[in-house]
Nanobody, 123 residues
Framework: QVQLVESGGGLVQAGGSLRLPCAAS????????MGWYRQVPGKQRELVAD???????NYADSVKGRFTVSRDNAKKMVYLQMNSLKPEDTAVYYC?????????????????WGQGTQVTVSS
């Protein structure tokens, strides 16, 4: 199956930076869009940023100019560089990938999620 594993979360002061890597593993044909979402208790999970297989990016308005999403297709990795962090960026950050698999003679495209990593920004 497909697994996504995030790392890099932690506690940082406002104005600081963190870099979140996410590694994809498993048996699949290819990975389409990869991205990062975040969620705080009591709220819906929201898109932070995503990137297509050819490098087109999309950002939430709240992080534009501060966060940068990138990927390394050869290493099956996606990264989120977070600069100028604010307390309102505090959340659990989840890696997401749209993955095409071929199992049992059937092609299947599905979204996969990592387990999440906590980012806490203190004021």
């Amino acid at each position: 199956q497909v697994q996504l594993v995030e790392s890099g979360g932690g506690l940082v002061q406002a104005g600081g930076s963190l870099r979140l890597p996410c590694a994809a593993s498993g048996i699949f044909i290819n990975i389409n869009t990869m991205g990062w979402y975040r969620q705080v208790p009591g709220k819906q999970r929201e898109l932070v940023a995503d990137i297509t297989s050819v490098g087109s990016t999309n950002y939430a308005d709240s992080v534009k100019g501060r966060f940068t999403v990138s990927r390394d297709n050869a290493k099956k990795m996606v990264y989120l560089q977070m600069n100028s962090l604010k307390p309102e960026d505090t959340a659990v950050y989840y890696c997401n990938a749209g993955v095409l698999t071929y199992i049992g003679g059937i092609f299947r495209s599905a979204d996969y999620w990592g387990q999440g990593t906590q980012v806490t920004v203190s004021s």
